[in-house]
Nanobody
Framework: QVHLVESGGGLVQAGGSLTLSCTVS????????MGWNRQAPGKQRELVAA???????NYADSVKGRFTISRDNAKSTVSLQMSSLKAEDTAVYYC?????????????WGQGTQVTVSS
């Protein structure tokens, strides 16, 4: 089994910063893409940022210049540094990974961590 454990969510004032972390455990041959998605109340889940094994990154337009995604392949972790937070960043943030086990490709999601930005 593969487990994703997120941490770092919380309450922050607008303009503040938070860093989310996600640690992946389990029998995984290769972790391909690691990413963060979010879901605000009444809205669909959306991609926030993703990073490939080679370090290429992709960001939602709404977070470009404010959020930075990074990964530590040796520790199987992915982090999301969030700065200049806005009220509209309030959401449950989910870590997800695309990985290979036994030659087959899978994806897995964390349980989510709440980020609340007060205006």
């Amino acid at each position: 089994q593969v487990h994703l454990v997120e941490s770092g969510g919380g309450l922050v004032q607008a303009g503040g910063s938070l860093t989310l972390s996600c640690t992946v455990s389990g029998r995984i041959s290769v972790i391909n893409v690691m990413g963060w998605n979010r879901q605000a109340p009444g809205k669909q889940r959306e991609l926030v940022a993703a990073i490939t094994g080679g370090g290429s990154t992709n960001y939602a337009d709404s977070v470009k210049g404010r959020f930075t995604i990074s990964r530590d392949n040796a520790k199987s972790t992915v982090s999301l540094q969030m700065s200049s937070l806005k009220a509209e960043d309030t959401a449950v943030y989910y870590c997800n990974v695309d990985f290979i086990v036994g030659g087959k490709r899978y994806d897995s999601w964390g349980q989510g961590t709440q980020v609340t930005v007060s205006s």
